[in-house]
């Protein structure tokens, strides 16, 4: 009887210090200090508890206390949960309090709301989510989020991110798997050694008293440097699919015979009409850009976030009736097609971002590692590869979103690891000529024209779109340091072909030299000025990276008035380091007409912290030459 009292004793005592606890990580007052610098949020308490059943059958818990400072931090709350047949919400609740740890509202599963996850179409009308719609009157407020969630499609795992953005730290952080199935696990831990983080098991860490991470200029990617788990089920289920994550070979042939085998039939009018289209052509590059042209011309795309919608494409036929699709059907629709005029072609599985993102090679698994789909067709000159969610995207340019990291290709006898098309240095150019008159009260005219091909391409097209006045208002942003700057007689060339892309404007400034006394100083970099420097850190904390190196290439014809003579002229200049090449020089054709040549190279490359100040310094330097002055006298 004794030993009874005593037993209940000590589980109350718990249980009530279990809820002391709480309720103190529900007061913003208890955040420790060091956790609030630079921080939007702070994860106060986040739990997370993954029971495996089977191969096909897993429940995911987790309770979160989230503390919000400001608007910033508000979509770290993370209460929103997508849901499908495979994927059944059990619990979902949520609570709010006050800075003071005062509840002030409440919400059951049934005051979240619900909608479907895809929006501008219905090819996915079964993926749904609920989210917590939520206006906070003040801040600082905290949310107590839990969810209990049974998956039943078992080819994405939850991963464990104990730091899950720039400007939110974390004060307690628990990930636990316990695994109740006869199929094994495997996981890749991430950076975790250079954080507090204890390794209670390979399926059991802890986080305590995490600091926000800050981006710093030029750092590489968020993920690259922050904490994760990573966590795989070595026999998985999709939709009723059992698959085997043992190497890329046999997940590839997987996903070829199981999820996109017998999905590639069209109507026989859009084959017939792709076949009268290349009717005569025999070259497969020929074809594959007609081909390419008529998915742009009659297809939409939809976004559609990865997870929703799963893996498997949208039947061939069914993008065909409704005339649009999320990635995996525009690029299953585009590969269909293609096989119908006998053009080689594979499905391709790919993390698409601006950020230079490889697929992990010694983790086989679609957890973090994929996010879209391409297509690949194998050239003996260059391998191409189509992004078929684009209606204007030349054909075979990927620049700044697929390009130079390694995807996930699927052919009919197995996965491969291939890498896409890295774009040099110097096949990112911009050309940048202007004829420029300078009148004697200081005023400039002038006619200019700007090429761009490889990544820069990308930076400047799209603009030919806008309605007149945001053109005119695209190029006095992008001559910012240019005052009362007028723009007239704008004209552009896309020129998919060959992927250049051309813009012509003529332009005008009353003031644009600086006047002192009869001397009039002009600066000769007239129209591609680099005009900031990067960041000065006391105590850089991250190595830098630049992704893409790029050249830029400019000459300037100035041409001035009879009155005016040149009094003053730097000398040239030629800078050459590991980071890149600037250079310029100003030459006089004749007594009233010069000639401005600049060059300006951009090395890729991933750099240590320790050589940031050289860089900037670099920057700096070419910041600080691009205002450089010629003397004028009059």
Same mark, same amino acid.
């Given at each position: 009887?004794?030993?009874?009292?005593?037993?209940?004793?000590?589980?109350?005592?718990?249980?009530?210090?279990?809820?002391?606890?709480?309720?103190?990580?529900?007061?913003?007052?208890?955040?420790?200090?060091?956790?609030?610098?630079?921080?939007? @949020?702070?994860?106060?308490?986040?739990?997370?508890?993954?029971?495996?059943?089977?191969?096909?059958?897993?429940?995911?818990?987790?309770?979160?206390?989230?503390?919000?400072?400001?608007?910033?931090?508000?979509?770290?709350?993370?209460?929103?949960?997508?849901?499908?047949?495979?994927?059944?919400?059990?619990?979902?609740? @949520?609570?709010?309090?006050?800075?003071?740890?005062?509840?002030?509202?409440?919400?059951?599963?049934?005051?979240?709301?619900?909608?479907?996850?895809?929006?501008?179409?219905?090819?996915?009308?079964?993926?749904?989510?609920?989210?917590?719609?939520?206006?906070?009157?003040?801040?600082?407020?905290?949310?107590?989020?839990?969810?209990?969630?049974?998956?039943?499609?078992?080819?994405?795992?939850?991963?464990?991110?104990? !730091?899950?953005?720039?400007?939110?730290?974390?004060?307690?952080?628990?990930?636990?798997?316990?695994?109740?199935?006869?199929?094994?696990?495997?996981?890749?831990?991430?950076?975790?050694?250079?954080?507090?983080?204890?390794?209670?098991?390979?399926?059991?860490?802890?986080?305590?008293?995490?600091?926000?991470?800050?981006?710093?200029?030029?750092?590489?990617?968020?993920?690259?440097?922050?904490?994760?788990?990573?966590?795989?089920?070595?026999?998985?289920?999709?939709?009723?699919?059992?698959?085997?994550?043992?190497?890329?070979?046999?997940? =590839?042939?997987?996903?070829?015979?199981?999820?996109?085998?017998?999905?590639?039939?069209?109507?026989?009018?859009?084959?017939?009409?792709?076949?009268?289209?290349?009717?005569?052509?025999?070259?497969?590059?020929?074809?594959?850009?007609?081909?390419?042209?008529?998915?742009?011309?009659?297809?939409?795309?939809?976004?559609?976030?990865?997870?929703?919608?799963?893996?498997?494409?949208?039947?061939?036929?069914?993008?065909?009736?409704?005339?649009?699709?999320?990635?995996?059907?525009?690029?299953?629709?585009?590969?269909?097609?293609?096989?119908?005029?006998?053009?080689?072609?594979?499905?391709?599985?790919?993390?698409?971002?601006?950020?230079?993102?490889?697929?992990?090679?010694?983790?086989?698994?679609?957890?973090?590692?994929?996010?879209?789909?391409?297509?690949?067709?194998?050239?003996? %000159?260059?391998?191409?590869?189509?992004?078929?969610? &684009?209606?204007?995207?030349?054909?075979?340019?990927?620049?700044?979103?697929?390009?130079?990291?390694?995807?996930?290709?699927?052919?009919?006898?197995?996965?491969?690891?291939?890498?896409?098309?890295?774009?040099?240095?110097?096949?990112?150019?911009?050309?940048?000529? @202007?004829?420029?008159?300078?009148?004697?009260?200081?005023?400039?005219?002038?006619?200019?024209?700007?090429?761009?091909?490889?990544?820069?391409? @990308?930076?400047?097209?799209?603009?030919?779109?806008?309605?007149?006045?945001?053109? %005119?208002?695209?190029?006095?942003?992008?001559?910012?340091? !240019?005052?009362?700057?007028?723009?007239?007689?704008?004209?552009?060339?896309?020129?998919?072909?060959?992927?250049?892309?051309?813009?012509?404007?003529?332009?005008?400034?009353?003031?644009?030299?600086?006047?002192?006394?009869?001397?009039?100083?002009?600066?000769?970099?007239?129209?591609?000025?680099?005009?900031?420097?990067?960041?000065?850190?006391?105590?850089?904390?991250?190595?830098?990276?630049?992704?893409? =190196?790029?050249?830029?290439?400019? %000459?300037?014809?100035?041409?001035?008035?009879?009155? !005016?003579?040149?009094?003053?002229?730097?000398?040239?200049?030629?800078?050459?380091?590991?980071? =890149?090449?600037?250079?310029?020089? !100003?030459?006089?054709? &004749?007594?009233?007409?010069?000639?401005?040549?600049?060059?300006?190279?951009?090395?890729?490359?991933?750099?240590?912290?320790? %050589?940031?100040?050289?860089?900037?310094?670099?920057?700096?330097?070419?910041?600080?030459?691009?205002?450089?002055?010629?003397?004028?006298?009059?």
């Amino acid at each position: 009887m004794l030993k009874n009292v005593l037993y209940l004793f000590s589980f109350i005592v718990v249980s009530l210090s279990a809820v002391a606890q709480d309720n103190d990580l529900l007061k913003s007052s208890t955040i420790p200090s060091e956790l609030r610098v630079k921080s939007n @949020a702070v994860i106060r308490y986040d739990k997370t508890d993954i029971e495996i059943k089977a191969y096909n059958k897993f429940i995911y818990k987790n309770k979160r206390i989230v503390t919000v400072f400001n608007k910033g931090g508000k979509r770290h709350q993370g209460t929103a949960e997508s849901y499908h047949k495979r994927k059944k919400i059990r619990v979902l609740e @949520a609570k709010i309090y006050d800075k003071d740890g005062k509840e002030i509202k409440k919400f059951k599963e049934k005051d979240f709301e619900d909608e479907s996850a895809v929006s501008g179409g219905t090819l996915y009308s079964d993926d749904r989510v609920k989210y917590l719609d939520y206006t906070p009157n003040k801040y600082p407020y905290t949310i107590l989020y839990e969810v209990e969630i049974e998956y039943t499609s078992t080819a994405f795992f939850p991963s464990w991110n104990p !730091i899950n953005d720039f400007y939110v730290s974390t004060q307690s952080s628990e990930y636990k798997i316990i695994n109740n199935s006869e199929t094994q696990l495997k996981t890749k831990a991430i950076n975790l050694d250079s954080f507090n983080i204890i390794k209670h098991s390979d399926f059991h860490y802890t986080a305590e008293n995490l600091m926000s991470l800050k981006p710093e200029a030029y750092s590489p990617s968020f993920e690259t440097f922050a904490p994760s788990l990573e966590v795989a089920l070595l026999d998985f289920s999709y939709e009723g699919y059992r698959g085997k994550t043992d190497n890329w070979k046999n997940l =590839g042939k997987w996903m070829y015979d199981e999820l996109l085998q017998n999905r590639d039939v069209v109507s026989e009018l859009t084959k017939k009409t792709v076949l009268e289209l290349v009717e005569g052509i025999q070259d497969p590059i020929e074809k594959a850009k007609i081909v390419y042209k008529y998915v742009q011309d009659h297809t939409r795309y939809i976004s559609v976030q990865e997870g929703i919608g799963g893996i498997q494409p949208i039947e061939a036929a069914r993008v065909d009736e409704v005339k649009y699709g999320d990635c995996k059907g525009l690029s299953n629709y585009t590969k269909a097609l293609l096989d119908i005029v006998g053009v080689e072609s594979y499905y391709t599985r790919v993390y698409a971002s601006g950020d230079l993102v490889d697929i992990n090679e010694d983790f086989v698994t679609f957890i973090g590692q994929t996010n879209h789909v391409i297509i690949y067709l194998p050239n003996e %000159e260059s391998d191409i590869w189509l992004e078929c969610t &684009s209606q204007t995207s030349p054909f075979g340019y990927n620049a700044n979103f697929t390009d130079d990291r390694d995807v996930f290709v699927i052919k009919p006898q197995g996965g491969e690891i291939i890498h896409t098309t890295a774009y040099k240095t110097e096949d990112n150019l911009q050309l940048t000529n @202007a004829e420029i008159n300078l009148s004697a009260d200081g005023e400039i005219t002038g006619d200019v024209t700007i090429k761009t091909l490889g990544y820069q391409y @990308a930076l400047h097209e799209g603009i030919q779109n806008k309605p007149l006045r945001d053109q %005119e208002l695209y190029f006095k942003e992008y001559w910012d340091y !240019i005052n009362n700057l007028s723009v007239k007689n704008i004209n552009f060339d896309n020129d998919k072909d060959n992927i250049v892309f051309t813009e012509s404007v003529e332009v005008s400034s009353p003031n644009f030299v600086t006047k002192s006394g009869k001397r009039l100083l002009f600066q000769p970099n007239t129209f591609n000025r680099i005009s900031s420097i990067p960041t000065r850190y006391t105590n850089r904390t991250l190595d830098f990276e630049i992704e893409r =190196g790029y050249k830029d290439v400019d %000459e300037f014809v100035i041409k001035l008035a009879p009155e !005016i003579k040149v009094e003053a002229m730097p000398k040239p200049l030629e800078i050459v380091n590991k980071f =890149g090449t600037y250079k310029f020089s !100003i030459e006089q054709r &004749s007594e009233n007409e010069l000639v401005y040549k600049r060059t300006h190279i951009l090395n890729k490359g991933y750099y240590p912290k320790e %050589e940031y100040n050289d860089f900037r310094d670099f920057m700096s330097t070419i910041v600080k030459h691009d205002k450089t002055k010629i003397v004028l006298t009059k």
